[in-house]
């Protein structure tokens, strides 16, 4: 990607929608995304962060994952021609993740813990 | 009495009743169908590799008959689309270099040495065939010992291979059988079925099914099920739940994503969930919080429960189970409170000492307070086949019946169970006391690494043997050591099946996608070799018979015409206990002596056994041997679950590895830095038994820093074969003497005291097993030697 790129980026026309506070930290949309696109060991379209642990306050715990597409997302575009949701939103355990054009998935994000990645398709 | 006992819930047909509607799912497709250049083929993923769960998947194959992928099936209810890391990434497993591919055998000399010869399955088969012929014609058939790993899909061949071959001795190498057993035997002797958490999962269209309601509170006790995902129960189904307004109640020594986001969550003392569940039927029972009409019409011997749950006063339960008892009060509240209120529980349940009156004694809080067999409570699932029963016990003639191994001394035995007891056999094994064994047969079962309790006694118990055969996905520690015979097996994706294991059984068919090698699947191993052993106990000309022959027994569908309607759900209905379901004459009330919920119960009286539930404190204990303080400070609980590891399996496929590298032992802070340990240091793990590896991981989701955690069942597939793969030097199984209860159920591997310190380059390892002068650990009674040499400091 050139410096070009970076300021001028491809407009994003879907979203994925991330409602992180389901998220349960089970890796199943990265090995998901690996074998729908052979990637290797290590390497994949969405990427699960730790969001660390720790008491705030009593029983009261910051403790979470979040899930972010990385530059090897392409949305499952060869795989949504057959009228599929990407894998990754398919096999998420806690189905945590939508998919779908940017301004629906916008728009649903009105509550806490949600965040949209906004998506161009490859 | 027996008609009555869980030897009545086996054989009866009492919970396996299949009265009313099958309930099916509409299909847009065949059962296999072609997308692109790509052949799918829908079935159910049961198992191995991986859990005993059987989720609904897509299995996609190549013109060439590859498998390339492994999806779940969105249109089955189970599942509804989603995977775990583990089925998603099966065809690597599938097609791993290091999988077993052609039976093998080796010169006994050579036990332990890598000098495998390729043979054919016709020579591998005469060869099984002619040792086990000649031990039971010399020794009897009770010489062969026929043992399975953890129960997926494998109980029912199992056996009736051992029981048409005649031998009394089908056997889980479990110290206690301590994994699901006591759990079932627990609910049966008060209850007459087994009991699970209602999430819907009896209904094709799940949570919208007008009969189904949420639970209010879920307690999860013992049990981490989004990565356990045990006994037919899928873990995130708590999350589904959680969205549609149930509270959690988590009772764990560790911290959680689900003890985080829990209502309460109780940070248990490892071993003492029986004083917990006593303690919350004090306070349910004095403050009068249970249901009365359920009580008085449906349950047996309340008043002797009444009395017996005085001793457990909240204060005590708080003392001894590390809880505050302000905690204690407030979950026993919400517990009586809620309605429904449902419980998911674990192994940690079973991996108590006295896990039977633990069982008891979690049943009762929920069944005192009416949540039996009620939309969102717990409920009996109806089942195809008896799966904790096993399959053709009529199989084994009386007399050879009487001396499996263990009856004697846990008459427990005698009441329907219908396996050899664990610990005794693993005691015959290494003393040839009662009898000899001359020759096992081990099936998906790497005893030497995963499930057995004092690892060394069971190394010594398969050397003893004339005759070792495994049959096995891949190479593994056990069959390296001890084997003499491997037959390959095949994955889920290489073979026919049908699912009938444990938790909610539907009527659902695995489908051949593949063939690797020359794998065949373990059913039809057991069929090739059945037939030699005994033609009419497997009359059978191929597997899919075999199948349909066992579904025909319960249901309307041939294994074929299931295939196509595949995932079938069992007829299911709420308060059967009203309507004569749950008993075999008909009448209403439950299958016990009584008709009631025995909370006194008849089963165990008979048996000789405590009626009613009761703590102790596990040995060795900061409660029982405080003595033990000094030298070995922590409590180390082990077995919890990551997410791309079962058990023993995956520690060779790369993709899994990745997301858990190596095995670790738990510390937090506090005890990290009086050891002087870091991250990343390998620690010695060390209590009166023996010790094992580990690598320090500093965490804080052990909060109370007299509690660690350590891994379980580790290898190093890439280690050296003739090493055993570093086996015995990371097995925690060295630290657990395999010391059943009194009834010869439950045993210790979720609880022991041990120190830690740093491994170094001159003490790095355990070396090989050591065969002379062995007295098995249980044997020994280390304990008290070791309290009376603290006494003589």
């Not at chain 2, 994955?491 to 020359?518: M, P």
């Not at chain 2, 660690?708 to 003497?737: F, M, Q, R």
Request: aromatic share 10%; charged share 25%.
């Amino acid at each position: 990607m050139s410096t070009a790129d970076m300021i001028n980026p491809v407009e994003a026309s879907f979203g994925l929608l991330v409602n992180y506070d389901w998220c349960t930290g089970c890796h199943s949309c990265e090995i998901a995304c690996q074998m729908e696109h052979g990637m290797p060991v290590g390497q994949s379209g969405i990427l699960i962060h730790d969001m660390g642990h720790w008491p705030i306050e009593g029983d009261t715990w910051q403790f979470g994952y979040l899930a972010a597409p990385t530059k090897m997302c392409d949305t499952c575009a060869e795989r949504r021609g057959l009228g599929k949701v990407p894998t990754c939103v398919q096999h998420c355990q806690a189905q945590c993740l939508e998919f779908g054009p940017l301004d629906e998935m916008l728009k649903k994000a009105d509550h806490e813990y949600q965040t949209v990645f906004t998506l161009a398709e490859k | 009495m027996a008609d009555h006992g869980i030897e009545g819930y086996n054989n009866s047909g009492v919970s396996t009743q299949l009265v009313g509607d099958y309930q099916f799912v509409d299909h847009e497709k065949p059962w296999r169908y072609q997308e692109g250049d790509l052949t799918v083929t829908r079935g159910s993923a049961w198992s191995g590799p991986g859990c005993h769960d059987g989720c609904g998947v897509l299995l996609y194959t190549d013109k060439d008959g590859k498998l390339v992928k492994c999806e779940g099936d969105p249109e089955n209810p189970y599942n509804g689309g989603r995977l775990c890391v583990r089925c998603l990434d099966v065809p690597e497993v599938v097609y791993h270099k290091d999988r077993l591919l052609y039976p093998m055998k080796r010169d006994p000399k050579d036990r332990g040495k890598d000098k495998w010869e390729r043979i054919s399955w016709e020579e591998a088969v005469d060869l099984v065939v002619d040792k086990f012929m000649d031990i039971k014609e010399k020794y009897g058939a009770e010489a062969v010992v026929f043992g399975q790993g953890t129960g997926r899909d494998i109980a029912a061949y199992i056996t009736r291979l051992c029981w048409s071959f005649g031998s009394p001795n089908y056997v889980l190498f479990l110290s206690g059988c301590a994994c699901y057993l006591p759990r079932v035997a627990g609910f049966a002797a008060t209850a007459g079925s087994f009991w699970v958490a209602d999430c819907s999962q009896e209904f094709a269209d799940r949570y919208d099914n007008p009969q189904y309601q949420v639970p209010e509170t879920m307690f999860v006790w013992g049990n981490y099920p989004l990565r356990a995902n045990s006994d037919g129960f899928y873990g995130h189904w708590v999350i589904d739940l959680m969205k549609r307004g149930m509270e959690l109640v988590v009772i764990d020594p560790k911290v959680t994503w689900m003890s985080t986001h829990s209502k309460l969550h109780l940070a248990i003392r490892p071993g003492t969930d029986a004083a917990l569940a006593l303690g919350f039927l004090n306070i349910i029972i004095n403050e009068d919080l249970y249901d009365h009409d359920f009580v008085d019409r449906w349950t047996y011997g309340f008043d002797e429960l009444a009395e017996r749950v005085q001793e457990y006063t909240p204060e005590r339960i708080a003392e001894v189970t590390w809880i505050p008892e302000e905690k204690i009060r407030a979950a026993a509240h919400i517990l009586a409170e809620s309605k429904p209120c449902t419980m998911q529980w674990g192994v940690a349940v079973d991996m108590t000492k006295e896990a039977l009156p633990a069982s008891q004694a979690i049943a009762a809080c929920f069944q005192i307070t009416g949540n039996v067999d009620v939309p969102g409570g717990i409920i009996a699932p109806p089942e195809i086949l008896n799966y904790a029963g096993g399959w053709g016990r009529e199989l084994c003639p009386e007399e050879t019946w009487k001396k499996r191994i263990g009856l004697d001394k846990y008459p427990l035995l005698n009441f329907g169970f219908q396996i050899a007891q664990p610990d005794e056999l693993r005691h015959a094994m290494a003393t040839g006391k009662p009898y000899k064994i001359h020759a096992t047969w081990l099936q998906q079962n790497n005893v030497l690494s995963c499930m057995g309790a004092d690892p060394t006694e069971q190394y010594i118990g398969l050397m003893n043997c004339d005759f070792n055969v495994s049959v096995d996905l891949f190479m593994t520690p056990t069959i390296m050591a001890t084997s003499d015979l491997v037959l390959p097996a095949a994955t889920f994706t290489e073979r026919d099946g049908i699912r009938v294991g444990d938790g909610c059984q539907r009527g659902e068919v695995i489908n051949k996608v593949c063939q690797v090698g020359e794998c065949k699947s373990d059913m039809e191993i057991n069929l090739m070799v059945g037939k030699r052993f005994n033609p009419e106990a497997w009359p059978w000309d191929n597997v899919d018979d075999m199948f349909s022959a066992m579904l025909t027994a319960q249901t309307p569908f041939t294994f074929k015409e299931l295939r196509e309607k595949h995932p079938v759900y069992l007829p299911f209905s709420y308060r059967r206990y009203e309507t004569g379901l749950l008993r075999g004459d008909g009448q209403p009330g439950f299958n016990t002596p009584t008709g009631r919920i025995e909370l006194w119960s008849t089963f165990y009286n008979n048996a000789g056994m405590d009626p009613l539930p009761y703590f102790e404190e596990p040995v060795p204990g900061p409660g029982s041997t405080p003595e033990l303080l000094d030298e070995y400070p922590l409590v180390l609980t082990t077995g919890a679950r990551p997410w791309s590891l079962f058990h023993s399996e995956h520690r060779q496929v790369q993709r899994m590895r990745d997301l858990k590298k190596e095995c670790n032992v738990y510390l937090n802070a506090e005890t990290a830095e009086k050891y002087g340990l870091v991250d990343g240091d390998w620690v010695w793990v060390e209590n009166i038994y023996g010790r094992c590896k580990s690598k320090v991981e500093v965490t804080n989701l052990y909060q109370d820093p007299r509690v660690i955690a350590c891994d379980h069942a580790w290898w190093h597939p890439e280690g050296d074969p003739e090493k055993l793969y570093d086996s015995h030097d990371l097995n925690v199984n060295n630290l657990l003497p395999g010391i059943p209860g009194k009834s010869g159920f439950g045993s210790n591997y979720k609880t022991t005291l041990v120190k830690l310190y740093k491994v170094t380059p001159e003490d790095d390892t355990n070396g090989p097993f050591q065969r002379d002068n062995y007295v098995g650990q249980a044997l020994t009674d280390r304990v008290a030697e070791a309290v009376a040499a603290t006494k003589n400091k």
